[in-house]
């Protein structure tokens, strides 16, 4: 069974900084895509980086610069380092596994949230 399973959200300040853990198991870890996404209330989910199968990195423009995506492949776990949060960061992070890039039409398997909350 696949699972995703992300920790590490909370409530934090603006400028603040915070960091997303995603524990993966169920499949081979190294031949999916893994990304993050956001969903802001009434929003659909959004891409926030991800890393594709072959190593390549990808962030949304609202992100990069401010947050890195990493993954320790011996340990089945990616992460979201956060930097300089800002109020428009606010909603529930998901870790998902997929074929790749920012769509979601990319993933199937998704983890079940982790709420971020950055205060003004």
């Known amino acids: 069974e696949v699972q995703l399973v992300e920790s590490g959200g909370g409530l934090v300040q603006a400028g603040g900084s915070l960091t997303l853990s995603c524990v993966a198991s169920?499949?081979?870890?190294?031949?999916?895509?893994i990304a993050w996404f956001v969903q802001a209330p009434g929003e659909g989910p959004l891409g926030v980086a991800c890393?594709?199968?072959?190593?390549?990195?990808y962030y949304s423009t609202t992100v990069e610069g401010r947050f890195t995506i990493s993954k320790d492949s011996a340990k089945n776990m990616v992460y979201l380092q956060m930097n300089n949060l800002a109020p428009e960061d606010t909603g529930v992070y998901y870790c998902?596994?997929?074929?790749?890039?920012?769509?979601?039409?990319?993933?199937?398997?998704w983890g079940q949230g982790t709420q971020v909350t950055v205060s003004s």
């Open positions: 890393i594709n199968s072959d190593g390549k990195i």
């Open positions: 169920g499949f081979t870890f190294d031949e999916y895509a």
């Open positions: 998902a596994a997929g074929t790749g890039y920012l769509h979601r039409g990319e993933y199937d398997h």
